[in-house]
């Protein structure tokens, strides 16, 4: 897959694609000299992106493992479709400001053209969830122990240059599960080659991404258990019904493999 890079063509899916922040072009805008692009006093800095041609607010957060709400609001952006090639966002919290905690959604917002269920599941799912193995060895404080989000076999292995995930084949309406505790920090269809995506936040290391479902079953700012029923698999955005799932350490894609447990 190339970007999840990018936060997957649709096959027995009806899902519509939702339009999200659109990509960044560069038509060569002229500015005054006396005019710098956003931010521009701060490229380079450490905790900080310039924008690159195609890139949108949804891409930047993810490869830097952030909410693009968040991104939005460090970066005073009215309307998140407002960036331009060359701008400097800040990507990372300001220091003198801690995080603060995400707020559960009072009224649930469901992009148009995403099929929705109704949230009647707010417990682990009852399937057998197979027994999570050890961290990785460099394990710190945020490391997690992960499971399965889905139960077939994997079709697509991770590549580092082409697919920032694998792929899980299986049938339209099988079940995916949060792959550990987290908050969803984005739900839609904006994020173009993922068609139906859910991306959960588990802690300031880790996000898990999961692409191409059929329906959604959880809304942003939604705290999930691990285990928890999400979405159900489709093929939104895909050449067949499958589960792209990725894992990203510190907003940098790496392979699934490595987190969950052996089967």
Same mark, same amino acid.
């Given at each position: 897959?190339?970007?999840?890079?990018?936060?997957?063509?649709?096959?027995?899916?009806?899902?519509?694609?939702?339009?999200?922040?659109?990509?960044?072009?560069?038509?060569?805008?002229?500015? /005054? !000299?006396?005019? =710098?692009? @956003?931010?521009?006093?701060? %490229?380079?800095?450490?905790?900080?992106?310039?924008?690159?041609? +195609?890139?949108?607010?949804?891409?930047?957060?993810?490869?830097?493992?952030?909410?693009?709400?968040?991104?939005?609001?460090?970066?005073?952006?009215?309307?998140?479709n407002a960036i331009e090639v060359g701008q400097v966002l800040r990507v990372q919290p300001p220091a003198a400001v801690a995080q603060p905690a995400p707020?559960?959604?009072?009224?649930?917002?469901?992009?148009?053209?995403?099929?929705?269920?109704?949230?009647?599941?707010?417990?682990?799912?009852?399937?057998?969830? /197979? !027994?999570?193995? =050890?961290? @990785?060895?460099?394990?710190? %404080?945020?490391?997690?122990?992960?499971?399965?989000?889905?139960? +077939?076999?994997?079709?697509?292995?991770?590549?580092?240059?082409?697919?920032?995930?694998?792929?899980?084949a299986g049938k339209i309406g099988d079940p995916v599960l949060a792959a550990a505790d987290g908050r969803v920090v984005y739900a839609g269809a904006g994020?173009?080659?993922?068609?139906?995506?859910?991306?959960?936040?588990?802690?300031?290391?880790?996000?898990?991404?999961y692409a191409h479902n059929q329906a959604l079953l959880v809304r942003e700012d939604q705290a999930v258990r691990q285990g928890q029923k999400i979405a159900?698999?489709?093929?939104?955005?895909?050449?067949?019904?499958?589960?792209?799932?990725?894992?990203?350490?510190?907003?940098?894609?790496?392979?699934?493999?490595?987190?969950?447990?052996?089967?």
């Amino acid at each position: 897959m190339t970007v999840l890079a990018a936060l997957l063509v649709t096959a027995g899916c009806s899902t519509r694609r939702v339009s999200g922040p659109a990509p960044v072009e560069d038509r060569g805008l002229v500015r /005054p !000299a006396a005019a =710098p692009l @956003p931010g521009a006093e701060n %490229a380079g800095k450490p905790g900080y992106y310039t924008v690159k041609p +195609g890139d949108t607010l949804f891409r930047i957060a993810l490869d830097n493992g952030q909410n693009w709400r968040d991104v939005q609001t460090w970066n005073g952006l009215t309307n998140p479709n407002a960036i331009e090639v060359g701008q400097v966002l800040r990507v990372q919290p300001p220091a003198a400001v801690a995080q603060p905690a995400p707020v559960v959604a009072s009224t649930p917002v469901t992009p148009a053209g995403v099929v929705s269920r109704p949230l009647t599941d707010t417990a682990p799912a009852a399937a057998p969830i /197979p !027994a999570p193995t =050890p961290a @990785p060895a460099s394990a710190g %404080a945020d490391e997690l122990q992960f499971i399965w989000p889905a139960q +077939g076999t994997v079709v697509s292995s991770f590549d580092e240059a082409t697919n920032k995930g694998v792929s899980i084949a299986g049938k339209i309406g099988d079940p995916v599960l949060a792959a550990a505790d987290g908050r969803v920090v984005y739900a839609g269809a904006g994020l173009r080659g993922y068609g139906n995506l859910i991306i959960l936040k588990h802690n300031n290391t880790y996000l898990t991404a999961y692409a191409h479902n059929q329906a959604l079953l959880v809304r942003e700012d939604q705290a999930v258990r691990q285990g928890q029923k999400i979405a159900e698999m489709g093929s939104s955005d895909a050449d067949r019904v499958k589960l792209h799932f990725e894992v990203r350490r510190l907003g940098k894609p790496v392979d699934p493999i490595g987190y969950l447990p052996k089967r």
